[in-house]
């Protein structure tokens, strides 16, 4: 998506400065076009700092309407009944309970589907006027399943004789449950290289589903009585993927009729887009009952039915000589995304080998489908990789930080290594895996280092249309439909208008998360700072030069001296005959100004770059790691909001730390079932699990462009991790997650020898 | 958990009915007592005596009016024996009380932090009817003629949220903390939170704003 723009003449312009709060002009060269530029990196008063998010104060104290928060009038609950087996055929159903009963207004059934998939396919679904009642309403329904025979797990599905989880036109492609993809290079090349080489590692890894167990489950509220127009308010990732979708379900003639509202979303890392199945149903339910319908998943729901980050089962082979050259790679990738296809990075990920060989596929199991979930596909890639490169580096005896170097030529790894290793304290490592003199009693606690890296693209795009107004009194709003995930694009929404015109963030009012106001890309891939901050980069440019041409005779001065500063505004050349803002603004006349802005290339970039360090304690007589310090090292191009950016980073290590050591899907390939679907029973990493983390953003990249990082951030933990568990005890864990079972098992291999 | 028909007579053998209430609400719909005051048919709001009841005591079924003091105001509420407090206040005070989120209604994340005569509760694992007469306060009791109190801010300032949908649980948890322990360590900080999860990844900084709050609070006592 990056877009290559022609070599531009310079000009130079004078900027304000803060150094230590002392504001001084400073002349710059920055190109000479006639659009917006970002100017210097370090010449930013709002952006490229710390700032506080522009919602804090409305999420702190419960003002933040969500979703799930939303009460219309005569509004209903929904609920979805869903089927308990993993595969099976609808006998019968009986509705007529849950229709008799008091309080529940609309019943819809789906014994028309010819056959459930997975635990958790609806079959029927209620509204009521209480939650509770719709829960009553659900259990009331009769319904008689004839079984089918199930598939669950990796194991299960490959077997020659697996019962078959699509059958029919579905299995067209299908070799058993495998769907066979895409195959890369010459097997028979790789494993010529490979006898070449010193040292030749082999290994089968295994990863099973993660959870995206978003904290407002899926969900929305579907404000409809039966007349031409609806309102939708979604937890969703893109406003502007509800309307059409909604629309459609209501039977509305087009999206015109559907107003999407997605105020505050509760966490979605890739599994929200589009009214879903809960969105459908709602929408079902309302036209049924011609009255507003609300339904949110259940915390069970949304374990089944709001998707996952597909499984992979890996077989690696790879090679290096003893000069620490990664010669050869044949990586055999089984994608595991239950109904869906998953999806799966390549192998070596991010390294340089000279040759590989690479044979992907679908392994399809009776489970929801996989969803994409924060860097799709990578963190699957990288930690099998980034595991085989420590092995390789300890085959040869050559430090790890330096065999990932000697095959990575990209230099802003070898800085963010270099970066991370010294943040971590790499030269405390101990040598040896497992080498370690240990601490505690019987000396059974063990420390150990690892690291990792990641790429991404983060590129933006022309989607976003930002509206700039300036209202004679001051005011300054800024408005575009896109939504916030709690990543902050409502701030840096506000910040880039702020830095354009020199005023304080609060200063800007942002509206956003409407289907009315000016259309957003869908936050997916990391793309949402990198496509929304150049349009509101131009809307505000737009502003500030239509301000400027009315200011400029008041000042007696030409539009493009007038420097807009602290709050005030004033020709460069006079700064003491200053226009207050408000008095700028007076000038504006009734009407005001309004400007709106478009994505522009040239303001964005594309592909960012991370490593992630840890530091673990594996106690070697329980099993237990706890990881004592983590590092991460992120570059972004051109950082918009260095705390929203920080904490980014902070949220992806977590995350990665629960993919590493916590989260996993159990599956009971007895009964078909998923045994952990509540956060009791699927484990997320809180409080008494956090490590020292050390956030760090990657100033040594020079690229003055704005790219997404939301992503990257999460990618080598498991990796890292792993790799910090295998220097402490010497145990290498190629499974995850990293539990107690797997590393006592392990030192008792280790023992045996 | 469930409480079985002994347990709920275990003390002084005497029901009340709010302990009957309580025990019939949790029980769910595996028992023949629940299944009874669960069942479709009696979801209409109509005060019927069971045989069950002490003499003196009515049971009532369907809904029943409650009043709840919450922030300081009386609220008015028609609710279900089973009724939790979370959805109280969610979904039958008027207007709705949405601080405390619903999450996992199973009292295994803390979304629903309130506290309940000054102490840490979920609001998912109580029920209205047991409230009554108890002094409750939601996040949206804590900010003072719209001064948000120190740890708010410091929530704010530290940015110690993301999507915040489990902020409002972490500041009363952060809250109730600082009233008891004015000067926390770190790992006190952690306890306090544990029974709090995020999925973000805000943990960090939300330690940095309780240890900021608490400062703050010191300096200013």
């Given at each position: 998506?990056?877009?290559?723009?022609?070599?531009?003449?310079?000009?130079?312009?004078?900027?304000?400065?803060?150094?230590?709060?002392?504001?001084?002009?400073?002349?710059?060269?920055?190109?000479?076009?006639?659009?917006?530029?970002?100017?210097?990196?370090?010449?930013?008063?709002?952006?490229?700092?710390?700032?506080?998010?522009?919602?804090?104060?409305?999420?702190?104290?419960?003002?933040?309407?969500?979703?799930?928060?939303?009460?219309?009038?005569?509004?209903?609950?929904?609920?979805?009944?869903?089927?308990?087996?993993?595969?099976?055929?609808?006998?019968?159903?009986?509705?007529?309970?849950?229709?008799?009963?008091?309080?529940?207004?609309?019943?819809?059934?789906?014994?028309?589907?010819?056959?459930?998939?997975?635990?958790?396919?609806?079959?029927?679904?209620?509204?009521?006027?209480?939650?509770?009642?719709?829960?009553?309403?659900?259990?009331?329904?009769?319904?008689?399943?004839?079984?089918?025979?199930?598939?669950?797990?990796?194991?299960?599905?490959?077997?020659?004789?697996?019962?078959?989880?699509?059958?029919?036109?579905?299995?067209?492609?299908?070799?058993?449950?495998?769907?066979?993809?895409?195959?890369?290079?010459?097997?028979?090349?790789?494993?010529?290289?490979?006898?070449?080489?010193?040292?030749?590692?082999?290994?089968?890894?295994?990863?099973?589903?993660?959870?995206?167990?978003?904290?407002?489950?899926?969900?929305?509220?579907?404000?409809?009585?039966?007349?031409?127009?609806?309102?939708?308010?979604?937890?969703?990732?893109?406003?502007?993927?509800?309307?059409?979708?909604?629309?459609?379900?209501?039977?509305?003639?087009?999206?015109?009729?559907?107003?999407?509202?997605?105020?505050?979303?509760?966490?979605?890392?890739?599994?929200?887009?589009?009214?879903?199945?809960?969105?459908?149903?709602?929408?079902?339910?309302?036209?049924?009952?011609k009255a507003p319908v609300h339904l949110m998943l259940t915390r069970v729901d949304e374990f089944l039915m709001a998707g996952n980050r597909s499984g992979a089962w890996q077989k690696v082979k790879a090679g290096a000589t003893k000069d620490g050259k990664l010669v050869a790679v044949s990586a055999t990738q089984y994608r595991l995304g239950g109904l869906a296809e998953g999806s799966q990075a390549g192998i070596p990920y991010i390294y340089h080998a000279e040759k590989v060989y690479r044979e992907v596929a679908a392994l399809h199991t009776n489970q929801d489908g996989s969803r994409s979930f924060r860097a799709p596909g990578h963190p699957q890639a990288c930690f099998p990789t980034e595991s085989i490169m420590d092995d390789l580096a300890a085959a040869i005896g050559m430090d790890p930080v330096e065999f990932r170097k000697k095959n990575v030529s990209d230099p802003a790894y070898h800085r963010q290594l270099d970066a991370g290793a010294k943040a971590i304290g790499w030269e405390n490592r101990n040598k040896t895996p497992g080498g370690g003199p240990g601490s505690g009693p019987n000396n059974a606690l063990k420390r150990g280092m690892g690291c990792g890296c990641a790429t991404w693209g983060g590129g933006g795009g022309p989607s976003c249309q930002v509206d700039v107004f300036i209202t004679p009194d001051g005011g300054v709003v800024?408005?575009?439909?896109?939504?916030?995930?709690?990543?902050?694009?409502?701030?840096?929404?506000?910040?880039?208008?702020?830095?354009?015109?020199?005023?304080?963030?609060?200063?800007?009012?942002?509206?956003?998360?409407?289907?009315?106001?000016?259309?957003?890309?869908?936050?997916?891939?990391?793309?949402?700072?990198?496509?929304?901050?150049?349009?509101?980069?131009?809307?505000?440019?737009?502003?500030?030069?239509?301000?400027?041409?009315?200011?400029?005779?008041?000042?007696?001065?030409?539009?493009?001296?007038?420097?807009?500063?602290?709050?005030?505004?004033?020709?460069?050349?006079?700064?003491?005959?200053?226009?207050?803002?408000?008095?700028?603004?007076?000038?504006?006349?009734?009407?005001?100004?309004?400007?709106?802005?478009?994505?522009?290339?040239?303001?964005?970039?594309?592909?960012?770059?991370?490593?992630?360090?840890?530091?673990?304690?594996?106690?070697?007589?329980?099993?237990q790691v706890r990881v004592l310090k983590m590092v991460c090292v992120q570059d972004c191009g051109l950082c918009v909001n260095r705390t929203a950016t920080e904490s980014q980073i902070n949220g992806g290590m977590i995350q990665g730390l629960g993919y590493a050591l916590y989260e996993k899907t159990v599956a009971d390939p007895f009964t078909g079932n998923m045994l952990n679907t509540t956060l009791d029973e699927y484990k997320l990493p809180g409080c008494m699990e956090m490590p020292e983390m050390i956030p760090i953003i990657d100033d040594g990249d020079e690229r003055n462009v704005v790219i997404g990082m939301a992503e990257p951030a999460t990618i080598p933990a498991a990796g890292a991790i792993a790799n910090a568990v295998y220097n402490a005890c010497g145990v290498r864990v190629t499974s995850l997650p990293i539990t107690p079972d797997k590393i006592l098992d392990g030192l008792a291999k280790l023992r045996k020898g | 958990m469930p409480h079985d028909k002994d347990e709920l007579s275990r003390d002084g053998g005497g029901l009340s009915r709010r302990q009957f209430l309580k025990g019939v609400g949790l029980v769910g719909a595996g028992s023949a007592l629940a299944a009874d005051l669960l069942a479709p048919e009696t979801a209409e709001a109509e005060p019927k005596p069971l045989q069950e009841a002490p003499a003196g005591e009515t049971l009532k079924k369907g809904f029943l009016p409650i009043?709840?003091?919450?922030?300081?105001?009386?609220?008015?509420?028609?609710?279900?024996?089973?009724?939790?407090?979370?959805?109280?206040?969610?979904?039958?005070?008027?207007?709705?009380?949405?601080?405390?989120?619903?999450?996992?209604?199973?009292?295994?994340?803390?979304?629903?932090?309130?506290?309940?005569?000054?102490?840490?509760?979920?609001?998912?694992?109580?029920?209205?009817?047991?409230?009554?007469?108890?002094?409750?306060?939601?996040?949206?009791?804590?900010?003072?003629?719209?001064?948000?109190?120190?740890?708010?801010?410091a929530f704010v300032e530290k940015d110690a949220l993301m999507c915040g949908f489990c902020t409002p649980g972490f500041v009363m948890s952060v809250h109730a903390l600082l009233q008891s322990n004015p000067n926390p360590t770190l790992d006190d900080v952690k306890h306090a939170c544990a029974g709090n999860v995020c999925r973000c990844g805000t943990y960090p900084r939300v330690f940095e704003a309780a240890l900021a709050a608490a400062q703050k609070m010191q300096g200013r006592a």
């Open positions: 998506m990056a877009l290559q723009e022609q070599p531009k003449k310079k000009k130079k312009i004078k900027v304000p400065k803060v150094i230590n709060g002392e504001t001084t002009l400073v002349e710059v060269e920055v190109d000479d076009t006639s659009g917006p530029v970002w100017g210097p990196k370090d010449a930013h008063t709002v952006i490229n700092h710390p700032i506080r998010r522009v919602d804090g104060p409305a999420k702190v104290t419960g003002q933040a309407k969500y979703t799930y928060d939303v009460r219309v009038p005569g509004m209903l609950y929904g609920r979805i009944l869903r089927s308990p087996h993993a595969s099976a055929e609808i006998v019968s159903i009986d509705t007529s309970p849950a229709e008799r009963m008091n309080g529940v207004k609309a019943v819809i059934s789906y014994a028309d589907k010819k056959q459930l998939k997975y635990e958790g396919d609806p079959v029927a679904a209620v509204a009521a006027i209480t939650p509770e009642i719709a829960e009553d309403a659900i259990r009331a329904i009769k319904v008689t399943y004839k079984k089918l025979p199930h598939v669950v797990t990796p194991q299960q599905a490959i077997k020659p004789d697996a019962p078959r989880v699509f059958s029919g036109r579905e299995e067209a492609d299908l070799k058993g449950n495998l769907r066979p993809g895409e195959t890369r290079g010459d097997k028979a090349e790789v494993e010529a290289a490979l006898k070449t080489c010193d040292a030749v590692v082999e290994r089968e890894f295994m990863i099973t589903m993660q959870h995206h167990a978003c904290l407002e489950t899926h969900g929305i509220v579907v404000d409809y009585n039966g007349g031409p127009t609806a309102t939708v308010y979604a937890s969703t990732q893109g406003t502007f993927t509800i309307p059409g979708e909604a629309a459609q379900t209501l039977g509305l003639p087009n999206q015109q009729a559907v107003t999407a509202v997605v105020e505050y979303m509760g966490g979605g890392f890739g599994s929200k887009f589009g009214i879903d199945l809960p969105g459908e149903v709602a929408c079902q339910l309302s036209k049924k009952a800024a408005q575009v439909g896109t939504q916030d995930l709690g990543t902050g694009s409502r701030t840096i929404t506000a910040a880039v208008v702020a830095d354009e015109f020199g005023l304080p963030v609060e200063a800007i009012e942002t509206r956003i998360g409407h289907s009315t106001y000016g259309s957003a890309n869908p936050s997916g891939g990391s793309t949402t700072t990198a496509s929304l901050t150049p349009a509101v980069k131009d809307a505000a440019y737009n502003a500030r030069t239509q301000f400027a041409a009315k200011l400029a005779p008041m000042l007696n001065a030409k539009p493009e001296d007038l420097i807009f500063h602290d709050g005030k505004v004033y020709a460069a050349n006079a700064p003491d005959k200053a226009l207050t803002w408000k008095q700028a603004c007076a000038a504006l006349g009734m009407a005001g100004l309004s400007a709106r802005g478009e994505w522009k290339p040239g303001l964005s970039g594309n592909g960012v770059h991370g490593v992630h360090f840890a530091e673990v304690e594996v106690d070697t007589e329980t099993g | 009043t709840l003091n919450v922030n300081g105001q009386a609220v008015n509420m028609q609710v279900e024996p089973r009724t939790t407090l979370l959805n109280a206040l969610r979904n039958h005070a008027d207007p709705p009380i949405t601080g405390p989120k619903l999450i996992c209604d199973q009292g295994a994340c803390g979304g629903c932090t309130v506290l309940v005569d000054g102490k840490t509760a979920y609001g998912c694992m109580l029920l209205a009817v047991d409230m009554v007469g108890k002094q409750i306060t939601t996040v949206e009791g804590l900010a003072q003629n719209g001064q948000l109190n120190p740890v708010q801010e």
